[in-house]
């Protein structure tokens, strides 16, 4: 199957150094443990929840400034009022999509999803150390994955404004992807995979 982070293209900035490509990768799983688990926990419960988790991953243990540090930025974000509605009850968590492009089956997992009666928002979070100013200049990578995502999602929900954003977890902030501009990177994506998103169509 096609995956939307498996099209090719760059993740990070130039100069996003962010420690080597293993750490950050490490690091981008562990948030996403935080984003996903801490917002049904009272802030008292958060410091030790966390530790749990990391120890549950199976990985390198955190040290407490490790921690602490990841800890604050996760709790920074979920603080944050115009985030808000990523938490709320009806917010869907690691929605598993499958959709058909051309003679390809795409699988992926959204970070949040929100759902109503005429848009559909998907937001995944990334925890790059260098954060783009606008969403033109956002990596290439990124760009197509979230294309692959919109285009999923238009597919499931073709009556829906379909609306795709990033949320960086270095500054809390929730950037709106344009349609096209999402669109025209998938386009380049599958392109250079050889996909044709029109086969197999009547």
Do not use: C
Not at 7 to 19: C, E, M, N
Not at 42 to 68: K, M, T, Y
Not at 189 to 197: Q, T, V
């Amino acid at each position: 199957p096609l995956t939307p982070t498996g099209l090719g293209g760059a993740k990070a900035l130039p100069g996003d150094s962010g420690g080597d490509e293993d750490a950050a990768l490490l690091r981008g799983r562990r948030l996403h443990l935080l984003l996903e688990h801490l917002p049904v926990l009272p802030e008292a419960g958060r410091a030790a929840a966390a530790a749990d988790l990391f120890a549950a991953d199976g990985d390198a243990p955190a040290d407490h400034a490790e921690v602490a540090q990841l800890l604050a930025e996760a709790e920074a974000v979920l603080a944050a009022p115009e985030l808000a509605p990523l938490w709320a009850a009806d917010a869907l968590a690691e929605v598993e999509i499958t959709a058909e492009i051309g003679e390809r089956r795409l699988i992926g997992t959204i970070d949040r999803l929100i759902v109503t009666a005429d848009r559909v928002l998907a937001v995944d979070w990334k925890s790059n150390a260098v954060v783009p100013a606008r969403a033109e200049d956002v990596p290439e990578g990124l760009l197509r994955q979230m294309g692959a995502y919109a285009h999923a999602l238009a597919a499931i929900w073709p009556d829906r404004r379909i609306e795709v954003a990033l949320l960086w977890t270095r500054t809390a902030r929730l950037m709106q992807l344009p349609g096209p501009l999402v669109a025209a990177a998938l386009a380049r994506g599958l392109s250079e995979a050889g996909i044709d998103p029109r086969a197999g169509r009547p």
